[in-house]
């Protein structure tokens, strides 16, 4: 933005009081979702993982009735059930249950919803464009992220982890790149039509993930799990098929 000198359009909205109101709570929320999700994986297998996160679509939907952005039909809540009962079969057949993990998990999902419902607000009720979204929030992100590791990392961190970096910067390089394509592929998905159809969009993304992991990585994945996951799938492909529906009657 400085480099190309773009106008920042609601730049005169951006005041103290609307920063700490709007853009705070999505660094805060954005961090705990990394913080929380990123800990689940220490004591989950990443198929599992990924299943649980289908859950998100229902909090997700909850919060978005709660800040009246969003009125679903009764259709549309049936499908995002039945995305969560089929993942509920499948943490039932996980051999490698934690509590711990699912708690973190649950934990990542719930600030990860209110950060797609308070970016909603920003993007589509005070008209800021993908731009201007970006570029007040990544840095307030980023800051919080680095906050929690002050507290949370740092500390404990010892000569040999910080070598580890220092010895494997291109991954780690790789990793922040693809963390901004997500971040900005997110917002616009977010503004161009509404977090929940991100969420949705993220399930059926994490199917993948999970048959990849279990065909290609060696996770081993139970035949209940399995069956858990195609009903997961099939709320999703008929959550699409309703909005597709009630798009064509407006």
Do not use: H
Not at 238 to 247: A, G, R
């Amino acid at each position: 933005v400085k480099i190309t000198g773009m106008q920042m359009e609601r730049s005169k909205t951006m005041t103290t009081a609307f920063y700490l109101k709007r853009i705070c709570p999505i660094g805060a929320l954005s961090a705990g979702t990394v913080v929380f999700g990123m800990t689940s994986y220490l004591f989950l297998t990443v198929a599992f993982v990924q299943m649980l996160k289908a859950f998100t679509p229902v909090m997700t939907m909850m919060g978005l009735v709660l800040f009246r952005l969003e009125n679903p039909s009764r259709q549309v809540v049936m499908c995002v059930l039945s995305i969560c009962i089929g993942t509920a079969i499948a943490g039932y057949g996980e051999l490698n249950f934690s509590l711990m993990g699912v708690s973190c998990m649950i934990g990542a999902q719930m600030f990860e919803a209110l950060k797609l419902i308070f970016t909603q607000i920003v993007l589509q009720k005070n008209k800021f464009s993908l731009v201007e979204t970006l570029y007040y929030i990544t840095p307030t992100s980023a800051a919080c992220v680095f906050f929690f590791a002050c507290i949370m990392e740092f500390p404990v961190m010892t000569q040999e982890d910080f070598a580890k970096v220092a010895n494997n910067t291109k991954p780690f390089l790789l990793s922040c790149v693809v963390a901004i394509m997500t971040n900005v592929i997110n917002t616009f998905v977010v503004q161009s039509s509404n977090a929940l159809v991100l969420k949705l969009a993220v399930t059926a993304r994490n199917a993948l993930l999970v048959l990849f992991n279990a065909a290609f990585m060696g996770e081993e994945v139970t035949g209940l799990e399995v069956w858990g996951y195609v009903v997961s799938l099939s709320g999703f492909l008929s959550y699409n098929i309703v909005k597709l529906k009630e798009q064509q009657k407006r």
